[in-house]
């Protein structure tokens, strides 16, 4: 029985990784990040830090499922576009 819940989560975890790097990969990261529901505009860059240093932010955006090349490609896209940096995205501009 425990081989067969380690066999499933390895498999699930495998899958993810794969899936999400393959996403990234195909799509620009604005439009993973728009398919998640952040918007870079809407926070500050320390605002953003704080999102990306707590895990239970990171579960609640569902930041968890990505890869971590993944996030740290989103991360950065964030706070280089958030709304207090030199290049921000706000709606309407």
Request: proline share 2%; aromatic share 12%; glycine share 4%.
């Amino acid at each position: 029985m425990k081989r067969g819940i380690v066999i499933k989560f390895f498999k699930t975890f495998f899958l993810t990784l794969f899936f999400s790097t393959l996403y990234a990969q195909e799509k620009d990261i604005s439009l993973v990040a728009k398919e998640l529901g952040l918007h870079a505009g809407t926070k500050a860059s320390i605002q953003w830090e704080r999102i990306f240093s707590s895990q239970r932010r990171i579960k609640k955006y569902s930041l968890d499922k990505l890869s971590s090349e993944t996030v740290k490609r989103l991360k950065s896209y964030l706070i280089k576009h958030a709304a207090d940096s030199e290049q921000p995205i706000v709606p309407g501009l």
